[in-house]
């Protein structure tokens, strides 16, 4: 029973996976806001492809109107 706790627990804090890579993307944007960055040059830092950023980019832009 206890393990049965600590895996439903777990469980509860498991962040999926399409959201993980918009909170990484949207960091990303802030971050090459505050050092005047282009956010192509940070895609390895945030471990993301070309792709992921441009999926959500817009989404942070519209966020930061």
């Known amino acids: 029973m206890k393990e ?3 895996t439903k627990m777990h469980s ?3 962040i999926d996976h399409e959201i993980d890579i ?3 993307v949207w960091s990303l944007m ?4 505050m050092t005047e960055k282009n956010p ?3 895609l390895s830092i945030y471990n993301l492809t070309k792709e ?3 999926k959500y980019r817009q989404s942070y832009l ?3 109107k």
């Open 12 to 14: 509860e804090f498991t």
């Open 30 to 33: 802030r971050n090459a806001e």
């Open 22 to 24: 918009q909170n990484r």
């Open 40 to 42: 192509d040059d940070l």
């Open 4 to 6: 049965e706790l600590t």
């Open 52 to 54: 992921e950023l441009d």
């Open 62 to 64: 519209d966020l930061n």
